[in-house]
């Protein structure tokens, strides 16, 4: 079995920072590319930030100078971090992996709540 577990999510004030980490277990052969998504109150799921397993990023418009995604392909391990947070950051985050487990597949963690309010 496949999970992603995501941790690092919580309370922060505007202007401050956050570090959210999402590490892959369990047996699969390797990890394609990596992301983040967010999903806001009332609003879709939307793309955050993608990584490759050769390490090019891709970011929203929204994001891009603020989020940085990075990978340890070693841990298997996704990072986002995430400075100058805004009130409209606040979101559920969920990391997203393309694993070959035989065919390749897409895994989704289960969510960490980031909420960015004084």
């Known amino acids: 079995q496949v999970q992603l577990v995501e941790s690092g999510g919580g309370l922060v004030q505007p202007g401050g920072s956050l570090r959210l980490s999402c590490a892959a277990s369990?047996?699969?052969?390797?990890?394609?590319?990596m992301g983040w998504y967010r999903q806001a109150p009332g609003k879709q799921r939307e793309l955050v930030a993608t990584?490759?397993?050769?390490?090019?990023?891709g970011y929203a418009d929204s994001v891009k100078g603020q989020f940085t995604i990075s990978r340890d392909n070693a841990k298997n391990t996704v990072y986002l971090q995430m400075n100058s947070l805004k009130p409209e950051d606040t979101a559920v985050y969920y990391c997203?992996?393309?694993?070959?487990?035989?065919?390749?597949?897409?895994?989704w963690g289960q969510g960490t709540q980031v909420t960015v309010s004084s």
């Open positions: 997203n992996a393309y694993i070959a487990v035989g065919a390749l597949h897409a895994y």
């Open positions: 369990g047996s699969f052969f390797t990890i394609r590319a």
């Open positions: 990584i490759t397993s050769g390490g090019t990023t």
